[in-house]
């Protein structure tokens, strides 16, 4: 398993992180995110959105459970947080979406770990030592190539 620790000081450089990241990204991948409310999983998206070309406004897909981005490589993010069982995670159309050749970022991963595909990447973001301070953690069977430094 390899594992990789990022280090950022706000919301715009946990996107820029982000951002830099998108690009060894090929499509097919799933990015399982951990983490509690406020800690930056939207923004880690939106960064990741821009660094595959899209150029829609993201947010949370609270209420929708699944927003669809299209770019080069689609993006399409995912909130589990109100899953709670096989047919919740159905009705969303994830199965569908994981042969859709898009990057799909899971927020609230930990509802689903039982249906996660091997060689998802998990990412896990705590907060660091100062409020806007975050420590992303990349773990993954092998991680791209781009996210190790």
């Not at 249906?115 to 773990?139: C, F, K, M, N, S």
Request: glycine share 10%; charged share 25%; hydrophobic share 40%.
């Amino acid at each position: 398993m390899e594992k990789q620790v990022f280090h950022t000081a706000s919301a715009a450089q946990t996107e820029a992180l982000a951002e830099r990241l998108a690009h060894s990204l090929r499509g097919g991948e799933v990015l399982a995110y951990t983490g509690g409310m406020g800690m930056g999983k939207t923004a880690f998206t939106r960064g990741l959105a821009k660094g595959l070309g899209i150029r829609d406004s993201v947010s949370s897909p609270t209420f929708a459970l699944v927003h669809e981005y299209r770019g080069a490589i689609p993006l399409c993010h995912f909130d589990m947080y109100r899953v709670e069982g096989w047919e919740d995670l159905d009705s969303t159309g994830f199965f569908d979406y994981l042969d859709s050749g898009a990057v799909l970022a899971i927020e609230w991963s930990e509802n689903i770990d039982a249906a996660l595909p091997q060689g998802t990447i998990r990412i896990h973001i705590e907060p660091g030592e100062h409020e806007e301070d975050r420590v992303i953690t990349a773990q993954a069977d092998t991680l791209p190539p781009g996210w190790k430094e």
